[in-house]
């Protein structure tokens, strides 16, 4: 009952034109039926902060995947000494707070103190305004949130990959095949449902990108880090209820098609 309502309420109060003064007159409301759904997909902010999203996701998945899987290899095949240090070093990002990490990457981004832009200047190089530039803005929060978050998805293809027997490894060394050869041919498809696990924790989480613009970049410069989750907010702060209850719900399909995109591309198949 307490999550079943809320959401039916949402969902109701998606179809009207309620804001934060109709709380005292909630009868004054009136239903507009799917208007403010069609108000989003000509709101250039909401397309803004929809294109955003859409970039962070194709671009921080795969790298975040491709990052923790290169990790996972590597403590899984003894390349790493002291791998339980390691892997508690790699997992520490995730059990830190959020806001913690994104004040600390402030200050590393910052362009006249930050660490970064420090480190480049003994090295001849002048950095640049990472927060600060409306190009690099969404990208320096994409490695900053592939940096954060790889480190859960290590620990469960570590265990996948230690689940693999030794035995096809060796067989196929026989066979002749390289070590590329068994990556792609023994690794990645038994690690497809780790592979699937991993794509659609992380889809979903990224798709809900809002603490890190928050505190790092206000959403800006120039709209360039605002997310939906951003805008939705936002929406709520302006006491745009039933607009932003609509924004949540594209955010919800959206999130729904993506995690069917990562089943049909990922999933088991019979080939």
Known sequence: ???????LASLVMSLT??????LQHPLAVNFVGLHNYARLFGDTQFLRAALNTIVFVVAGVPLTIIVALAAANALNSGLIRLRGLF???FYLPVVTSIVAIAVVWRFLLDPQAGLIDNLLGLAGVHGPNWLGDPHLSLGSIIVMAVWRNFGSLMVIFLAA???????LYEASTLDGAGRWQQFRRITVPLLRPALLFGAVI????????F?????MTQGGPLSSTLSVSYHIYNQFGFGNYGYASAAAYVLFVAIVALSVLQFRLLGARND
Do not use: H, K, N, W
């Open 1 to 7: 009952m307490f999550a079943l309502l809320p959401v």
């Open 17 to 22: 034109d309620m804001r934060s003064t109709d």
């Open 87 to 89: 892997r508690v070093g």
């Open 161 to 167: 990959l230690q689940g693999i027997p030794a035995d």
């Open 202 to 209: 992380t889809g979903i989480g990224y798709l809900q990108l």
């Open 211 to 215: 603490e890190e613009p928050l505190v």
